[in-house]
């Protein structure tokens, strides 16, 4: 067995171990700690599946975003724990849906197996007409040229999400401010960190925003790392989180599918069909269209995690 | 065995775990994590149909992996939803759960409820 394989079935032990951990855990916090882990380990198996973009995502989005907004609801429901430990189901249930359970894996393990070794791809036809598009990075042409209008409901499904978190405040919240008000100072080294690494982290989230037009990158994950810089800073409390009825924070957030889906319309009447990009100029369009996305994804982010507006609005 | 077959075979058995854990925890954190699981098990069988659409030159099928990369995206979301309406079932009840037969707290007792 080379060293390459050994190392595969390690990953795929420690990723099971962890991932058995946050379900079996004893304690919502600890589960969800190792939920960040187990998300950060993922990330290494997809790097082995040659899937970078993906590996990018999982690890900024799957497990770092998801781990805040996890972490910071487990903090917030310990005093729900407090309370006597509630009893899951009868052992018999367990029994039933452990079997279940057990049935539905092997299923798919069988399925994974009898995959013959060359499978239907559309990868000939994605490189075929990629110098078309401009970009160097088929998964970016998926995502932007091929397969926009999937992309452009991904952007309305993030809106929506939105105003179904903002919908949970109470009614005399609505339009305020989530989280609690800026009273104390910053906290020094959490601020002093927050001081260095944003810098450095913006830059990162640009730039790989940028280079995701040729190479692994693009817009989710560049747009996932800015994201993170903002909560760091307002996790520093540095800064504040906007309020809800904030105009241009309204406008930041729908930014991204409004460009979209304008430059869609665009297309039927200046290249002649629905997404369609004008011949000659499609990488200025789709980096455009880009740019708006990560306005929208950074700041759609953070908003998702602060949660429900808990302050009254000023007026 | 591939390393393709073999982040198959935890995507499934990635599946299985997260499935016992949303039937059988009560606690909806808990169920939220677990669905997840179920998801990126999902994504990871994902993965191997790319890796084995490995064609012209590239390693990957590029389209299983934007699906995938939309699908991270779109959990995430489902996510942040969940947690806001766990958050607001604690601060309206005072518990955390989704049985039918635990007592809710006196109606107004929430912390910030209307």
Not at chain 1, 10 to 17: P, T, Y
Not at chain 1, 247 to 259: S, Y
Not at chain 1, 274 to 299: Q, T
Not at chain 2, 102 to 113: F, N, R
């Amino acid at each position: 067995m080379s060293v390459l394989a050994a190392l595969d079935v390690g990953l795929a032990c420690v990723v099971f171990a962890v991932a058995a951990w946050t379900v079996f855990a004893p304690g919502a916090f600890a589960a969800t700690v190792g939920y960040v882990v187990y998300g950060l380990l993922l990330s290494l198996v997809w790097i082995r599946l040659f899937a970078v973009d993906v590996a990018l995502t999982e690890a900024a989005i799957g497990s770092g975003v998801t781990g805040v907004l996890l972490i910071g609801a487990a903090a917030r429901l310990r005093g729900a724990e407090a309370t006597p430990p509630e009893e899951g189901p009868s052992g018999s249930t367990r029994l039933v849906a452990a079997c279940l359970c057990v049935l539905v894996a092997a299923a798919l393990a069988a399925v994974v197996l009898l995959l013959p070794d060359q499978g239907p791809t559309l990868a000939p036809q994605a490189m075929e007409r990629l110098p078309e598009t401009g970009l160097g990075n088929p998964v970016t042409a998926v995502l932007i040229a091929y397969r926009s209008f999937d992309t452009v409901l991904e952007k309305v499904v993030l809106v929506l999400a939105v105003v179904g978190v903002w919908s949970l405040a109470a009614d005399r919240y609505w339009g305020g401010a989530p989280g609690e008000a800026r009273a104390e100072p910053p906290e020094p080294t959490l601020a002093f960190f927050a001081q260095v690494l944003a810098p450095v982290g913006i830059l990162v989230g640009v730039h790989v925003f940028w280079v995701g037009a040729d190479e692994p990158g693009g817009a989710f994950q560049g747009g996932a790392i800015l994201a993170a810089m903002w909560m760091i800073l307002m996790m520093a409390r540095l800064t504040e989180a906007p309020q809800s009825n904030a105009i241009r924070l309204r406008l930041a957030l729908v930014a991204g599918p409004v460009v979209f889906l304008a430059a869609g319309v665009a297309g039927v009447a200046v290249a002649g069909g629905f997404f369609a990009y004008p011949a000659g100029f499609e990488k200025p369009v789709i980096l455009f269209i880009e740019a708006f996305m990560v306005l929208s994804i950074a700041v759609t982010l953070p908003m998702l995690v602060a949660g429900p507006p808990r302050r009254e609005p000023r007026r | 065995m591939t390393s393709a077959t073999l982040a198959g075979l935890v995507g499934a058995a990635l599946v299985g775990l997260g499935l016992y854990g949303v039937i059988v925890d009560p606690q909806p954190l808990r169920k939220i994590l677990a669905f997840n699981l179920i998801g990126s098990g999902v994504f990871l069988v994902f993965g191997i149909v790319a890796r084995k659409g490995a064609a012209a030159g590239l390693q990957s099928d590029p389209v299983p992996q934007a699906m995938v990369i939309t699908g991270i995206v779109v959990a995430f979301a489902a996510s942040a939803l969940a947690v806001a309406l766990t958050l607001r079932l604690f601060e309206q009840t005072g518990r955390a759960t989704v049985r039918p037969d635990v007592e809710a707290k006196a109606p107004g007792a929430g912390a910030d409820s209307e």
